[in-house]
């Protein structure tokens, strides 16, 4: 079986930082990527940032110079680290992982970011 959980999130302040951790447990031998959405309320859920199995990235374009992703395989770990937060940061963050094979995508069950003063 496998399973993904987040950790990481909770309250700062708007310019603060926040480092976001996916750690997998089980195997999945067909990754195309890893990465991070999130869903704010009223909102559809949205990526964030993502990372390919060759080490390219990708952000959407709000998050761009202020977050950034990595991996660790060796730990079976994504991590995203996040700077200079805004309101609009707020949302529930979910970890991804997509795969070339069946289910083609893993998700896990979310962390709260909220960014206030």
């Known amino acids: 079986q496998v399973q993904l959980v987040e950790s990481g999130g909770g309250l700062v302040q708007p310019g603060g930082s926040l480092r976001l951790s996916c750690a997998r447990s089980?195997?999945?031998?067909?990754?195309?990527?890893m990465g991070w959405y999130r869903q704010a309320p009223g909102k559809q859920r949205e990526l964030v940032a993502a990372?390919?199995?060759?080490?390219?990235?990708n952000y959407a374009d709000s998050v761009k110079g202020r977050f950034t992703i990595s991996r660790d395989n060796a730990k079976r770990t994504v991590s995203l680290q996040m700077n200079s937060l805004k309101p609009e940061d707020t949302a529930v963050y979910y970890c991804?992982?997509?795969?070339?094979?069946?289910?083609?995508?893993?998700w896990g069950q979310g962390t709260q970011v909220t960014v206030s003063s």
């Open positions: 991804n992982v997509r795969s070339y094979s069946q289910p083609w995508n893993y």
């Open positions: 089980g195997s999945i031998f067909s990754i195309q990527a």
């Open positions: 990372i390919t199995s060759g080490g390219s990235t």
